[in-house]
């Protein structure tokens, strides 16, 4: 949302402000917007190759009292989203006994993953292997969508 | 100890919901490994390609409407989801209020600008426009420009018995089509004519105007995603409906028949003559029949499932409502950014690179 932020900031309320501009107007945007009209092509080009998303935060935690077969996971910033889908993977592995997925707290981006398999496979194999299937999944709903995409345009 | 497989019918069944009167039955999905003694129902990407299907029904920039058949709800549901609230968009983000004289609060001018939609180019939206870094600078490919200034007037052509605002003054209605997009940098490669970042809908009103009162401000646009803001949900609606089912088990005759169809929204239940054949043939309860209208099920999915029918005593026996529950009848409006069939398959796409990114943080994780 809108924030107008320098009104907090000191060095605004402090500096002196033209009195020809509103209270609210904000010189350090107006910088920006110069600064991006300044910038040559090469710049801007070398910019777009700078930019990296950032090396992302561990996201995945086994958590505690957690054995080879059974486990607990938590997944810091997922949801329903990928919680149910995940379940419903791992279930369909054969070698896992059970599995769930709990939101502890609606107000805690956090989201637990519990499995326990029976002998000759771990918790973090299954889970592995439910995070691959879902790719392949993912795949397969991607292909056959734009096949009958393709089918409907033409026969439109 | 053998086990019979199980019978095509006996699959169909399990995949119905049953809807009573006042229940609903078989419920849960029960296609799990260990669910059936005998059974393999283990994770097979093959046997999902041939279990899976799409369906398109409409497929219009701002509107589609698909049904995905034979997958499980929580992957039906994963998409919707992300539809909503993870494929990102631009909007306004940050309005800086020059000036401002209109009737209209600042912050709620600011959040009437913000749920504006906008679009441009596709190629730069998707491709050239990044994520800007919290607390970061504004650059060329993380920040769209946008202004607004108009000034309300008196129009010196205005008849002497004019009443019509529009007419009376000039800018006495702020309409979306009045903001001004300046490209910045390489912006200007990627939003150059038919691909200028503007408003879907020129039309859309933002402030009414009277002589001496005007609007100055400046707004930079950011991409971000639903959950963090409605404004940058990609859809107006993503929805599914699950097929509905409706299976007459007993015939349905006559002045009933009639009663019968009004029982549902128009369509879904239509009326056929009993024929020679079906009176003839004992035990089918139409013996005698002959000519009479029957009740015959013609389009199930444009039922509301309201269960109207089961209300009245002489349908009772005669009719089992339900649901498919593998059968998924999306609706995707778009607020015009991105292409409705666009957004389906950026969510598939989304829920793929989700699972791609978490395989490499358990690997991480291990080590």
């Known amino acids: ?156 | 100890m053998p086990h019979k497989p199980p019978t095509q019918e006996e699959l169909e069944r399990r995949k119905i919901v049953g809807i009573n009167l006042e229940t609903v039955t078989n419920v849960t999905a029960t296609d799990f490994p260990g669910n059936y003694p005998g059974e393999d129902h283990s994770w097979d990407i093959e046997k999902f390609r041939q279990g899976f299907n799409v369906e398109i029904h409409q497929n219009d920039p701002y509107e589609a409407s698909f049904s995905l058949i034979g997958c499980d709800a929580s992957i039906a549901n994963a998409f919707r989801r992300i539809m909503i609230a993870d494929v990102p968009t631009l909007a306004i983000d940050q309005v800086f209020i020059y000036n401002n004289k209109s009737v209209i609060q600042d912050e709620v001018l600011a959040s009437r600008l913000g749920l504006i939609p906008f679009t441009g180019g596709r190629e730069g939206l998707r491709d050239f426009l990044k994520w800007r870094p919290k607390d970061g600078e504004p650059k060329d490919y993380d920040t769209v420009g946008l202004e607004l200034n108009v000034k309300c007037e008196h129009n010196p052509d205005a008849g002497p018995n004019e009443t019509d605002p529009t007419k009376l003054y000039k800018h006495a209605h702020v309409y979306a089509k009045d903001i001004v997009f300046h490209p910045q940098g390489r912006q200007v490669e990627y939003f150059s004519g038919e691909n200028a970042i503007r408003p879907v809908n020129p039309d859309i009103l933002i402030a009414k105007l009277r002589p001496g009162q005007e609007i100055d401000v400046k707004m930079h646009m950011i991409k971000g995603v639903g959950s963090n803001h409605a404004k940058f949900s990609p859809v107006a609606t993503a929805s599914y409906r699950i097929l509905p089912v409706i299976q007459i088990t007993q015939p349905i005759l006559g002045r009933d028949a009639e009663k019968f169809a009004k029982c549902f929204p128009a369509g879904v239940i239509g009326l056929e003559k009993v024929t020679k054949a079906e009176a003839k043939q004992k035990g089918s309860g139409y013996e005698g029949h002959e000519g009479e209208p029957k009740a015959v099920v013609v389009a199930p999915e444009r039922d509301t499932v309201s269960r109207e029918c089961l209300r009245h005593a002489e349908f009772k026996d005669k009719v089992k409502l339900g649901r498919k529950r593998d059968h998924f009848i999306f609706l995707v409006e778009s607020t015009g950014q991105i292409e409705s069939e666009a957004i389906f398959l950026e969510s598939v796409q989304h829920l793929k690179a989700k699972a791609k990114n978490l395989e490499k943080q358990l690997v991480n994780m291990v080590r």
């Open chain 1, 1 to 156: 949302m809108p924030s107008k932020s320098s009104k907090l900031r000191e060095e605004d309320a402090s500096s002196d402000v033209d009195m020809d501009e509103p209270t609210s107007h904000q010189p350090v945007i107006k910088d920006h917007d110069a600064d991006m009209m300044e910038q040559d092509d090469e710049e801007s080009q070398a910019g777009v190759d700078d930019y990296e998303e950032e090396e992302e935060p561990q996201r995945v935690k086994l958590l505690p009292g957690s054995t080879e077969t059974a486990a607990s996971f938590e997944f810091l910033d997922e949801g329903h989203t990928l919680g149910n889908a995940l379940r419903y993977v791992i279930m369909k592995n054969p070698e896992v006994e059970f599995c769930a997925y709990a939101i502890p707290h609606p107000s805690e981006a956090k989201m637990n993953v519990r499995i326990q398999t029976f002998p000759g496979t771990t918790a973090i194999q299954a889970l592995e292997k439910g995070l691959r299937d879902l790719q392949e999944l993912c795949d397969v709903v991607t292909e056959k969508f734009t096949d009958a995409s393709r089918a409907f345009a033409a026969s439109a």
